[in-house]
């Protein structure tokens, strides 16, 4: 029997509704509409809107459309996370694309309908509703890959994201197939009964997995990010590197707090996941020139440390005590929240200075870049210890809580190899800040003229920094939040 | 005048506000930007001197703490872990910090002119660099702890990397990830700690061991937080195997940043082992105590030996510096009480003396643009006053009587004398080492003729520097003769570390001894 849904379903869904109402909104305005800031304006209220329909829909917390799509603390708080990274990224874009002569109309729709496909995979809590959120925004994903359409670049990491992608997604789906198969369901909160030793349901997952991993560019499915993210525009590429990671972040949560999971096999796992993603993106990075590129490593190194704190949460050592995996939990959480605002506020300096065309990326032109701009090079310093780990900035505490919860697992081991890996991140972060403040610009560089910075773009760099400062020194209040409030489906 | 109950705090962050004062001046006001640093500094070493009043003389335990609950880091139980901002000061961590905020003036002093490039940055960073050293001394939360040994990196890497000489990138970013590798394994440790005591407060881990060192679960986990711990601070003291980082770091930093580097922040390594290695883990310190007492007397004999060939005048002083904290770290583990009062007084000498040393060889640099010793000879005929300062601090640096040198290094060598003869003896030659070499480059640099033409119109000591280096020697003289000032405030200090060592070993059925326990722990009796 099929009834209509309840209002507050809809209510439940509303910040995806508004990010898809705005996208279209945009859409059917572009051929009326000329003034580019007036686009960037509405896409900013999108954005906004859905922080507002956030809260609304926390207040109506609860599942919606007969248990498809939950709203609870932990999507409340993945929908904040991700509607502050659009606003973000929506107001870095604006200088970019009257720079590039590109379409804003289209961008700000794409974005915004990648942002819907974002919100529906971190909420989604049935399968196939994950698949429909991770298409909407992998493939508004592969179109701002290569929205530089005139750029080689561009072009090919659009190619090369769509094959490697759609790759993925037909691994994903086969996984939900074989769940299913082995469950009778693609429900998640349907599945915490499962036997968790059947092959099948190892088998399902294992390919879930497999799909998940290459979207947060885990090792060893991680190969295509330096290029999309080289390539993409760079507005484009903060998105990239923090929405999109932070959405299937949460859906990989989700997936592995319901299903039993908390078994040997997904340990060594996601232990060999993280330790491989770490190296890979750490070692990769060592010998980068190119800043994007160098970043887009980073990011690797980044997923690798998250996936540290995935191992911790699957460890046996803390189940059916009062407090479970949530410390990991948390640690998950606040990281994926300190690195998105440091990732945007990188890539928005990088994305500031490299000129029409995206010419000026690499290493060599942020020589000097102390002396010439002064405030871009403090606060992209900031970003770099940020990511770095040094105390006082977000990224530390973000390290330190993850570090906390490998070692509360017993993962001794594990945390010395993220240790070392930090270690290994330190050169080349340092790289970039020496070059800034220690080396004087030689060749083309020196003849460089500074780039002013727009309103928008400060407004982007003042949030970024003021939040991974508040994040280094106050964490404590937001910690708590996460710690007790964002229990998902722990608290069962 | 007693001092208010939020001096550490303020001692801290004076400095940073200073700093955010110098940010507001115009970058081309130079002559301002260096007064008001100046200022800054002085105030700041006239605020610490009320610590003499507020730590006073036989007072036990930390005095002036300050407690606030900063981060809540868990919940278990419906009671919450705070990370807290935890400040107090004893006697050991007084005299750190005097020796900081001295040395932090003086260094301001001797780049006045030397500095050209950058002037404002180069003062806000050293006055940051005070922050960061001032809150590791003070610090009494490991977290905190952590906190400020991380953040004064950033700002000894840019005085490095800004303003060194030719290979200063190079040694700025060697300087950090040597730092680093040590620090993120201590910060494992750290949490480790944590997670068996649950606080990161100083005190309270040190009082929930105490009471139940089982907790640690068995000694091979308290011999790798021990190592934890302590691979962290030989890197920073350093100590032999780990010490490539500093020639590096000396020879290419500004003299400010080698005096800064060479007088306080190695003290930071030997500090971290009289504060947390040795009462944390007394057990794993003892079963180390010979390995690592073979590290300190092969860094001193081979820093001294190193030092001996050296053709670069910078070097030499920081081969010396490996051969003198040698003689700390030695100090440090014999446990005895008369040698660890002689490390903690051999701390603060080296701090003045090789500080001292590195300004001289900064004011030489400033006359000639080089550190090469054949380079110099006979200064002693156009440089009178220079060189006879300079035999001076060479004197205290060798350990002559009267002088800050000799009472550490003899203190060291009775108390080690006391626990085992043979160390006591092969550190020994190290003092005769040193005599060689500070004096052979003595004489190569000012006695004798004079080799090169251009050395010939060379200006003596300016009235600056004469300040400066007058006033580091009347330091020296007086850390000399009234020594024990200084010895009887940092007894209690070492004595409540030596109390702290005072735990029950593990089970001898949980794991097994080892002669050199069985002999030090003999040995350990027969001191008291």
């Known amino acids: 029997m099929i009834s209509f849904p309840h209002p507050d379903d809809f209510l439940r869904v509303l910040p995806e509704l508004f990010w898809c109402g705005f996208g279209m909104l945009i859409m059917l305005l572009q051929p009326f509409v000329k003034s580019r800031h007036f686009l960037m304006f509405l896409a900013l209220l999108g954005g906004l809107l859905g922080g507002v329909g956030t809260m609304v829909a926390g207040m109506n917390g609860g599942s919606a459309f007969y248990g498809l799509i939950q709203m609870d603390t932990f999507s409340f708080f993945f929908h904040l996370l991700i509607s502050g990274v659009v606003c973000l990224v929506v107001l870095s874009a604006d200088s970019y694309l009257e720079r590039e002569h590109l379409d804003a109309a289209e961008f700000y729709a794409l974005v915004l309908f990648a942002t819907a496909g974002m919100g529906v995979l971190s909420g989604a809590q049935e399968l196939l509703t994950a698949f429909i959120g991770l298409e909407l925004s992998s493939i508004s994903s592969y179109v701002l890959a290569g929205y530089r359409r005139d750029a080689l670049k561009s072009s090919e990491a659009s190619v090369k994201y769509f094959l490697l992608g759609s790759f993925a997604t037909a691994f994903f789906l086969y996984g939900i197939a074989l769940v299913y198969g082995s469950t009778g369901t693609t429900q998640l909160n349907l599945m915490s009964g499962a036997d968790p030793g059947k092959v099948l349901l190892k088998l399902g997952l294992a390919l879930i997995l497999i799909g998940l991993c290459f979207k947060v560019a885990a090792a060893p499915f991680q190969v295509w990010t330096p290029d999309v993210y080289e390539g993409a525009p760079t507005p484009v590429t903060a998105l990239f590197s923090a929405g999109p990671k932070a959405a299937t972040f949460a859906l990989l949560l989700r997936i592995f707090a319901t299903v039993p999971a908390a078994t040997h096999f997904w340990f060594w796992s996601f232990w060999v996941l993280a330790v491989l993603t770490m190296f890979a993106g750490n070692l990769g990075a060592l010998v980068q020139t190119n800043m994007k590129r160098l970043l887009a490593y980073s990011s690797i190194a980044h997923a690798g440390y998250v996936l540290v704190a995935f191992a911790a949460v699957t460890t046996l050592a803390d189940r059916g005590t009062d407090l479970g995996g949530i410390p990991a939990y948390a640690a998950v959480l606040f990281y994926l929240l300190s690195y998105a605002l440091v990732k945007v506020g990188a890539f928005t300096i990088v994305s500031q200075l490299g000129g029409k065309g995206e010419k000026l990326t690499t290493l060599e032109d942020y020589a000097g870049l102390s002396q010439r701009q002064p405030v871009a090079a403090a606060a992209l310093a900031l970003f770099l210890l940020s990511l770095l780990g040094l105390p006082i900035t977000a990224g530390f505490f973000g390290k330190f809580y993850v570090f906390k919860a490998a070692i509360n697992s017993n993962l001794i081991w594990l945390a010395v190899l993220m240790a070392i890996n930090s270690i290994i991140g330190a050169y080349y972060y340092l790289k970039v800040i020496v070059t800034m403040y220690m080396r004087e610009p030689s060749g083309e560089a020196a003849a460089l003229a500074p780039v002013p910075f727009p309103l928008t773009v400060n407004i982007v760099l003042v949030v970024s920094v003021l939040g991974t400062l508040y994040f280094g020194l106050f964490p404590g209040q937001t910690l708590n939040f996460l710690l007790h409030r964002a229990l998902i489906a722990t608290a069962r | ?528």
């Open chain 2, 1 to 528: 005048m007693i001092p208010s109950a939020h001096l550490l705090t303020v001692l801290i962050f004076f400095p940073a506000v200073g700093s955010l004062a110098l940010l507001l001046l115009r970058a081309e006001d130079h002559e301002w930007i260096r007064r008001l640093a100046l200022t800054v500094a002085t105030a700041e070493f006239l605020l610490s001197l009320l610590l003499l009043w507020g730590v006073p003389l036989g007072s036990s335990g930390y005095r002036l703490e300050e407690f606030i609950p900063w981060i809540k880091v868990a919940m278990t139980g419906g009671v919450p872990h705070y990370i807290n901002y935890h400040l107090g000061v004893d006697g050991l961590s007084m005299f750190l910090v005097l020796l900081t905020t001295l040395l932090t003036p003086i260094s301001m002093l001797a780049s006045w002119h030397s500095v050209e490039k950058r002037i404002k940055e180069f003062f806000v960073t050293l006055l940051m660099l005070e922050v960061g050293i001032i809150g590791v001394f003070l610090s009494l939360d490991l977290f905190l702890f952590f906190l400020f040994w991380e953040v004064m990196l950033i700002p000894m890497a840019f005085l490095i990397g800004i303003w060194g000489h030719e290979r200063r990138i190079y040694a700025a970013v060697k300087f950090v990830l040597y730092t680093m590798a040590g620090s993120i394994l201590m910060l494992v440790g750290i949490l480790w700690l944590y997670n068996v005591t649950g606080t990161f407060d100083l005190p309270a881990i040190q009082q929930a061991l105490q009471n139940n060192p089982q907790i640690l679960g068995g000694y091979r986990n308290e011999l790798l937080l021990f190592l934890a711990f302590f691979i962290a601070f030989a890197i920073k003291v350093p100590l032999f195997p780990l010490h490539t980082w500093l020639p590096d770091a000396h020879v290419e930093a500004p003299t400010a940043g080698s005096v800064i580097l060479a007088s306080v922040l190695l003290k930071m390594g030997t500090y971290g082992m009289l504060r947390f290695c040795l009462p944390l883990f007394p057990e794993a310190s003892h079963r180390c105590a010979w390995w690592v007492a073979t590290l300190a007397i092969i860094g001193i004999i081979y820093g001294a030996l190193v030092a001996l060939v050296q053709p670069n005048l910078k070097k030499l002083v920081a081969y010396s510096s490996v051969s003198h904290l040698g003689f700390v770290v030695l100090g440090i583990f014999t446990f005895n009480t008369i040698a660890m009062q002689g490390a903690v007084f051999q701390m603060l000498a080296h701090g003045i003396s090789t500080g001292a040393l590195f300004l001289l060889v900064g004011m030489l640099y400033d006359r000639r643009h080089t550190f090469e010793i054949n380079q110099y000879g006979g200064l002693a005929t156009p440089l009178p006053k220079l060189s006879a300062l300079f035999l001076f601090v060479v004197l205290s640096s060798l350990g002559l009587p009267m002088l800050n040198g000799f009472v550490g290094e003899y203190l060291i060598l009775l108390g080690t004398y006391q626990v085992k003869w043979t160390w006591a003896a092969w550190a020994a030659v190290g003092v005769i080492l040193s005599a060689c070499y500070l004096l052979w480059s003595y004489q190569r640099v000012f006695f004798g003729d004079v080799t090169v033409e251009k050395n010939r119109s060379l200006a003596d000591a300016s009235s600056r520097e004469r300040f400066i280096l007058f006033a580091m020697c009347a330091v020296i003289l007086w850390m000399g003769i009234g020594s024990s000032f200084i010895t009887r405030r940092t007894a209690n200090a070492v004595e409540t570390v030596r109390q702290q060592m005072d735990r029950p070993s593990w089970q001898e059925g949980s794991a097994p001894t080892s002669p050199a326990r069985i002999q030090l722990s003999v040995e350990r009796l027969g001191t008291r």
